[in-house]
């Protein structure tokens, strides 16, 4: 990469199942320049989340899939390199969709500026931006906590899980997180303050069942659970719907261990088929079930911000962030998060 | 059954799925007296509901079970034939939880009393009654149905579905039912005033698969689903399910198609499972899924009535009333009922 070259990754093939390196391209080219009302951003860190892997299937979904031979979409931080937007100069901070690059031009209305003064620059990648925006949203518009209950989140220590089970804590909730692995169980309990997390690999490492998650999962539930936010589906939502009690929520914002399975043509293999027993126990049990997408909640951000960055600021909102470095290796370290390789929010520090 | 003596149907022994015969057995036993507060009632007629379904299996649920031996619950009318509550006297009629028995002694406040000149009593037992008020409050609650929107539902002259469909027209939206046979499908347009009705079985009579019903839904839908008012799951579910629009509702009350599945440890046989792909259209399409028992909500009646009985009266809400003769007949109905044998609200003549 020279002075007026820059790097992107983009989208080689569409991911059979997990995505693996062969499905990302490197590529390097000439740095843009910005027309009116444009600026030219130099990409600081990069923010790698889940839902990039519904992106990368040609599939319906929420939001159009990244095109073949195109920058991998994504949040990122920078420093503004040269505006020819009226609000943004030279120097700033801004926030915005940069995608895996190393730099990008976007017309200045789709930046946010940030106060590096005030918070980390990468906390508007986590903690302070969508995924602790989505824990915080899903867990009081939907999850309605109310002092006393009991609420479950899986992925404990991500930066939306973690978010959900400290802000539940501070409102009063018994919360219990699921997590794989002992050292992230422990970081829930002892950074985060979850009252109790679940490991759901043994041992060995192996994925545990649905039925030996839901037997730990009773036992640190005495009172069931009325609030399951979740994030993962697969045998966590299994064991989960078993213990949910009467009037219990689910705010309903991804399903990571089901993301390989594709578009709405793709089932889940030839199990059991789970859906009776679930439609069966929301009915049963009164559940309300709440999709959402957090971008269509985009005006209640300073709400968000509001609340949460001074718990933040406090230390009553803890946050970690797990930093890979170099743009060409986003990959690897995607890869690595879907599987739960990460501890904490996982970024790129690119420049 | 001679002058001191009555009749009732009791369960004799748990369904193994469907329900046959052997499963009820028919008693005669000695009329019981009133006790202070309590009244004898004669039974006229009684409500058959697919709930009760439910009841038959040991397995948890939003109710007890009925044990075996017991007399089978059902909600029934009759007159009062000896009283020793201070707030009715012999000859009138009443509604209440009398089971499948030709006589019932029951607390005096457990009984609702009807106005027979108001309406016909048997109205009390469907489109005025918890059938009736089930889908009123479904709808209007939880469906939340706006002008120029789309619904479906199932069971499309039953009197839930039927209620669910004539309300919806009656604010302004588009329609369309599904139901079992070309002569519900028929009634449902022509006597209920939806836009279409869908046939879920072939000409032969077989089940149809969720993508041929599907195919026929988009047609009938071409601006999507908002609102789907649940009451049976399998197939029908399935079809709606791709169809579904943003910000969707889901009302869920019944999955009458799985009933014969029995309780939460069982679940749909070996096909595929649905579940990962019904969760993620509710993601997606951001649906609400609410679970609902009407019983929850009775507090709400009054105000069921107040808007439905003149509707009723008007004749801008009609009902259908599928009739059978005799106690003895109740389960040969109720086992037709739940394979879609009725034409309407099923009901059993005792007296």
Same mark, same amino acid.
């Given at each position: 990469m020279t002075n007026d070259t820059m790097q992107r990754i983009v989208l080689a093939r569409r991911p059979q199942g997990a995505p693996v390196p062969e499905d990302f391209r490197l590529e390097t080219l000439p740095i843009p320049q910005p027309g009116p009302g444009e600026?030219? *951003?130099g990409v600081s860190h990069l923010s790698l989340d889940p839902y990039m892997r519904g992106r990368m299937d040609a599939g319906k979904s929420y939001a159009a899939? =990244?095109?073949? !031979?195109?920058?991998?979409?994504?949040?990122? =931080?920078?420093? =503004?390199?040269? #505006?020819?937007? $009226?609000?943004?100069?030279?120097g700033d901070w801004v926030f915005g969709p940069l995608g895996w690059a190393s730099h990008a031009v976007l017309p200045g209305h789709a930046l946010r500026r940030l106060d590096p003064g005030q918070a980390p620059v990468t906390t508007a990648l986590g903690v302070?931006?969508?995924? +602790? %925006?989505? +824990?915080?949203?899903?867990?009081?518009? &939907?999850?309605? $906590?109310?002092?006393?209950e009991t609420l479950v989140v899986a992925a404990a220590t991500g930066p939306v899980g973690s978010m959900v089970g400290q802000l539940a804590k501070l409102r009063g909730l018994r919360v219990v997180g699921i997590a794989g692995g002992a050292r992230k169980c422990r970081l829930a309990v002892e950074e985060f303050g979850f009252d109790?997390?679940?490991?759901?690999?043994?041992?060995? !490492?192996?994925?545990?069942?649905?039925? #030996?998650?839901?037997?730990?999962l009773e036992e640190a539930c005495p009172d069931g659970i009325d609030?399951? %936010?979740?994030? *993962?589906? +697969?045998?966590? &939502?299994?064991? =989960? &719907? !078993? &213990?949910?009690?009467?009037?219990?929520?689910? $705010?309903?914002?991804?399903?990571?261990?089901w993301y390989d399975l594709g578009g709405m043509g793709r089932d889940g293999g030839t199990g059991p088929d789970m859906l009776p027993r679930a439609w069966r126990t929301i009915l049963v049990n009164r559940l309300k079930v709440s999709g959402f997408i957090i971008s269509d909640h985009w005006n209640r951000l300073p709400d968000f911000l509001a609340e949460v960055a001074p718990l933040v600021g406090s230390g009553?909102?803890?946050?970690?962030?797990?930093?890979?470095? !170099?743009?060409?290796?986003?990959?690897?370290? %995607?890869?690595?998060?879907?599987?739960g390789g990460n501890l904490g929010k996982q970024i790129v520090q690119i420049a």
């Amino acid at each position: 990469m020279t002075n007026d070259t820059m790097q992107r990754i983009v989208l080689a093939r569409r991911p059979q199942g997990a995505p693996v390196p062969e499905d990302f391209r490197l590529e390097t080219l000439p740095i843009p320049q910005p027309g009116p009302g444009e600026v030219l *951003v130099g990409v600081s860190h990069l923010s790698l989340d889940p839902y990039m892997r519904g992106r990368m299937d040609a599939g319906k979904s929420y939001a159009a899939a =990244v095109e073949l !031979g195109q920058t991998m979409e994504g949040g990122a =931080v920078g420093q =503004v390199l040269a #505006s020819q937007a $009226p609000d943004l100069a030279e120097g700033d901070w801004v926030f915005g969709p940069l995608g895996w690059a190393s730099h990008a031009v976007l017309p200045g209305h789709a930046l946010r500026r940030l106060d590096p003064g005030q918070a980390p620059v990468t906390t508007a990648l986590g903690v302070l931006g969508m995924p +602790g %925006f989505t +824990g915080w949203y899903g867990l009081t518009e &939907l999850g309605r $906590p109310r002092t006393g209950e009991t609420l479950v989140v899986a992925a404990a220590t991500g930066p939306v899980g973690s978010m959900v089970g400290q802000l539940a804590k501070l409102r009063g909730l018994r919360v219990v997180g699921i997590a794989g692995g002992a050292r992230k169980c422990r970081l829930a309990v002892e950074e985060f303050g979850f009252d109790a997390c679940i490991d759901h690999k043994d041992a060995g !490492g192996r994925a545990r069942d649905a039925r #030996s998650i839901g037997a730990e999962l009773e036992e640190a539930c005495p009172d069931g659970i009325d609030i399951y %936010f979740e994030n *993962v589906g +697969g045998a966590v &939502l299994q064991a =989960v &719907l !078993g &213990l949910m009690n009467p009037q219990g929520r689910i $705010p309903l914002c991804g399903t990571i261990a089901w993301y390989d399975l594709g578009g709405m043509g793709r089932d889940g293999g030839t199990g059991p088929d789970m859906l009776p027993r679930a439609w069966r126990t929301i009915l049963v049990n009164r559940l309300k079930v709440s999709g959402f997408i957090i971008s269509d909640h985009w005006n209640r951000l300073p709400d968000f911000l509001a609340e949460v960055a001074p718990l933040v600021g406090s230390g009553q909102v803890r946050y970690r962030e797990d930093i890979a470095k !170099g743009l060409e290796n986003a990959p690897a370290a %995607f890869i690595a998060m879907l599987k739960g390789g990460n501890l904490g929010k996982q970024i790129v520090q690119i420049a």
